[in-house]
């Protein structure tokens, strides 16, 4: 399985004792994790100390960062318009951003906080737990 990993997961991992399994431990025994630049850069910007910044890079490097490249933005443009077509749902540039990279790689999200938000859209595998996940 592949994994597009959200920023609250990743955060829960960052704030999480080290003896404490977050569920980004749990994916990463399950399969390939993935996040994007975007996550990374929210990441980033919540850190306030050269150690936090650390930290967050450390946790880059055993993920795989996504990039955005304009090749996309068509295609992200697109997805979009079908979600809100679809579903009479408004989609932020952020949303479009997350679900098109999802969609176009066939990642499955994973998140808690936007785990309703994301299966309401019907437009990729929304996952809030590894639970359902069999183990490779």
């Given at each position: 399985?592949?994994?597009?990993?959200?920023?609250d997961?990743?955060?829960e991992y960052l704030?999480?004792a080290?003896?404490e399994?977050?569920?980004?431990r749990?994916?990463?025994?399950k399969?390939?994790?993935?996040?994007?630049?975007?996550?990374?850069?929210?990441?980033?910007r919540?850190?306030?100390?050269?150690?936090e910044?650390?930290a967050?890079?450390?946790?880059?490097?055993?993920?795989?960062?996504l990039?955005?490249?304009?090749?996309?933005?068509?295609?992200?443009?697109?997805?979009?318009?079908?979600?809100?077509k679809?579903?009479?749902?408004?989609v932020?540039h952020?949303e479009?951003?997350?679900?098109?990279?999802?969609?176009i790689?066939?990642?499955?999200?994973?998140?808690?906080?936007?785990?309703e938000?994301?299966?309401?859209m019907?437009?990729?595998?929304?996952?809030?737990s590894?639970?359902?996940?069999?183990?490779p």
């Amino acid at each position: 399985m592949q994994f597009l990993i959200e920023t609250d997961v990743l955060k829960e991992y960052l704030i999480a004792a080290k003896a404490e399994e977050s569920l980004l431990r749990k994916a990463l025994t399950k399969g390939v994790c993935y996040t994007t630049m975007y996550n990374a850069l929210e990441l980033f910007r919540a850190t306030m100390t050269n150690e936090e910044s650390d930290a967050v890079l450390q946790m880059l490097m055993i993920v795989r960062v996504l990039g955005f490249n304009a090749r996309y933005a068509q295609n992200f443009s697109e997805i979009a318009a079908e979600i809100e077509k679809n579903t009479g749902l408004s989609v932020t540039h952020r949303e479009s951003m997350m679900i098109g990279m999802a969609k176009i790689s066939k990642l499955s999200i994973l998140t808690k906080d936007f785990f309703e938000r994301y299966n309401a859209m019907k437009a990729v595998p929304v996952l809030c737990s590894m639970e359902e996940v069999p183990i490779p």
